[in-house]
């Protein structure tokens, strides 16, 4: 073996040691955000990747998990469709928080079949976990007829892809829309779902959310004009 791959196996197996301190596969168990050891995950650029591949992109804790319940309590939010749930991480918080919800998006394709832009994405335990029960919807959301909730939760939309919610949105009822992301100009969705946003929707409430380094993520729900 050389050096860099005994290098890069070193720093996988510290970096998933470190993920696996703080957030049991099944996030019953979150994070601190004041623990120093999720610090240094939150601000060391490398951990990014592995916690990418662990969970998804949004850097969750436990005053993440807890703001979002409270204002979804606050705004009497039974349940929510996620979109565009990557390894549907998100819907697991909620659903462990007593939510009713389900998850949407593309099959993460198996390591062998890797070939397109899967967004570093895993088929994770907590993945495979709400395919088997039901509660992730595998497929392409612009060909699904649109369902209806209280709530959309959308959480780092790829560049251009933000006509996929808005279309959604325009097709049903629901009142509140969560979006977890950076605003213009940053590498989230893009400047007609931004304007969409401000145009259709107000600011209701932020929602506790950090950044990793480099990124800078809100986590606001809007609700509809
Ligand atoms: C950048 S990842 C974010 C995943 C997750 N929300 C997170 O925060 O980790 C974008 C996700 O959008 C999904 N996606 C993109 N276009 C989609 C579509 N038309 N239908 C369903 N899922 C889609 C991809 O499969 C991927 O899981």
């Known amino acids: 073996m050389n050096l860099d791959a005994r290098f890069k196996m070193y720093e996988e197996r510290e970096a998933l040691r470190l993920l696996d301190k703080l957030w049991s596969w099944d996030l019953k168990k979150l994070p601190d955000a004041n623990d120093p050891d999720y610090i240094e995950v939150r601000d060391n650029m ?3 990747t592995w916690y990418i591949r662990r969970f998804g992109f949004a850097l969750v804790s ?18 929510f469709v996620e979109l565009m749930a990557g390894t549907g991480f ?28 899967h967004w ?7 993945y495979k976990q709400l395919v088997d029960s039901g509660d992730m919807i595998l497929g392409d959301i612009t060909e699904m007829e649109p369902m209806e909730s209280d709530c959309v939760v959308v959480s780092w939309i790829p560049q251009g892809a933000g006509y996929v919610v808005k279309d959604w949105c325009e097709k049903t009822s629901c009142e509140y829309l969560v979006v977890i992301g950076e605003g213009y100009g940053g590498c989230t969705a893009d400047d007609d779902f931004h304007d969409y946003l401000e145009n259709e929707f107000k600011v209701q409430k932020r929602i506790y959310i950090d950044s990793f380094a480099c990124i800078h993520d809100d986590c606001i729900l809007y609700k509809r004009k």
């Open 120 to 126: 570093g994405l895993k088929k994770t335990p907590v």
């Open 90 to 117: 998100i819907t697991k918080i909620l659903l462990n928080q007593g939510f009713q919800g389900k998850a949407i998006t593309l099959e993460i394709p198996d390591d062998k079949d890797h070939k397109g832009i």
């Open 62 to 79: 436990k005053q993440f998990s807890d703001s979002i319940t409270q204002v979804f309590n606050e705004n009497k939010i039974g349940n």
């Open 46 to 48: 490398m951990m990014r």
